[in-house]
């Protein structure tokens, strides 16, 4: 993890990011959070990073108390919305 991005994750309680490609960007970031305890969120639409990103750092962000929370806004909205009201067509 580059130090610049330790010492802004250590600097907070949340990441908000609205940046990608979060596969070339943000995993470094993710892992610093999930290292130190520190929230995040972003609203890629990645969902194959997603499952990387669990895969790699979900036991050491519970351990570190940290908040990862991917899909937040823009990219998966839409779709979430289709689905809800698919699901109530049901």
């Not at 802004?8 to 999930?34: E, K, L, N, S």
């Not at 499952?51 to 908040?67: H, K, L, N, T, V």
Request: hydrophobic fraction near 40%.
């Amino acid at each position: 993890v580059p130090e610049q991005v330790t010492e802004m994750v250590t600097d907070t309680r949340v990441v908000i990011t609205t940046a990608g490609p979060f596969a070339a960007y943000g995993t470094p970031i993710v892992q610093a959070c999930a290292v130190y305890g520190t929230g995040y969120c972003d609203i890629t639409g990645e969902s194959d990073w997603v499952r990387q990103m669990i895969d790699r750092f979900d036991d050491e962000a519970r351990r570190s108390g940290a908040r990862i929370v991917h899909f937040c806004g823009h990219d998966c909205v839409p779709w979430d919305l289709l689905t809800l009201q698919a699901a109530k067509q049901l």
